[in-house]
């Protein structure tokens, strides 16, 4: 496997040596050629994210979601080189070590790659919505001050959206650019709740457009549902911490199993050999995945307390 590698190596080395050489003119500064190739990069990125959004796919909403500052043609072209390279690894470890197991990973892992970047995506949109989540309150009560102050429920607005931490101030900051677009403040609220999963926020769109409608004392309605969701953090915190051996169990549960395989793999690779040389062990092996996600789906369903 060791001279293989390393053929492959230095064939890759030469290969880039070359094109460098060959793509980079003589007469040029010494930076030319990593500036091309930034311009290469910024061009192919520009032209992978006009493709995904012409396509209508949901990458683009989950990369704005995710609060990362690239654009979704970044992520999608870092992804497709990731995956390529994690064929070509695939491969290479199977002309190694020749085996049924070693020719599945030209497929396992870009697909492994794949979920992963999902997965990542999903964990930078949860912890954007959970920090929306606990700033809301103060939002909430910058927002009454500001009312009580004299300032209009716009320039409230907008000062909220200079004023805040993120996410709140790219959240306000969309809110601002949707009204002076034409789009009415309740409407805008609304648009921000339901892209941060936000109920509260649901809550004080609510008051915005009864106020709108009726008249009233804006301000004194935001200090109470500021109390609400002062009073909801409370409890969700009291049931995170009352549920977080629940918690700490399922991800030992799940991660056990998996973990065992592995350590017997390298310590002992021929005790786990009959369920990769034999149509049985396959059938086993099919049914070990098919009872674990059941069962994390099923510790997941326990531990994830909804109120």
Known sequence: MTP???????????????ILLVARPRSQAPGYAAERLRQWGRTASERTDDAVRRRGLGIVERVELSGLHVSAGAVVLLAATAAAGAVVLGIV????????VAWVLPVVLPAVVVVGVRLFLDYRIDRRRAAFSEQLEGTLQ????GLRAGHSLQRAVDSVSTDSASPTAEEFTR?????????????AFLGVAERMKSDDLAWTA???????EVGGNLSEVLDHVADTIRERQQIRRQVATLSSEGRVSAI??????????LLLSVVSPGYL???????????????CLILFIVGSLWLRSITRIRF
């Not at 809110?175 to 409407?187: A, K, Q, T, Y």
């Not at 609510?206 to 709108?212: C, E, F, L, N």
């Not at 030992?252 to 395989?261: I, N, Q, S, T, W």
Request: charged share 10%; net charge positive; hydrophobic share 65%.
């Open 206 to 212: 609510q008051a915005v457009a009864i106020h709108r």
């Open 252 to 261: 030992v549960l799940m991660v056990l199993p998996v973990g065992v395989a």
């Open 142 to 145: 910058l927002l009454a001050s």
């Open 93 to 100: 470890i199977a002309l190694a070590r020749p085996s049924f």
């Open 175 to 187: 809110v601002i650019n949707e009204h002076r677009l034409g789009r009415p403040l309740s409407d």
């Open 4 to 18: 293989l590698l390393a053929g492959l190596l230095l064939l890759f080395v030469a290969a880039a040596i070359v």
């Open 273 to 287: 050999s009959l369920f990769v040389t034999t149509p049985l062990g396959f059938a086993l092996l099919g049914l």
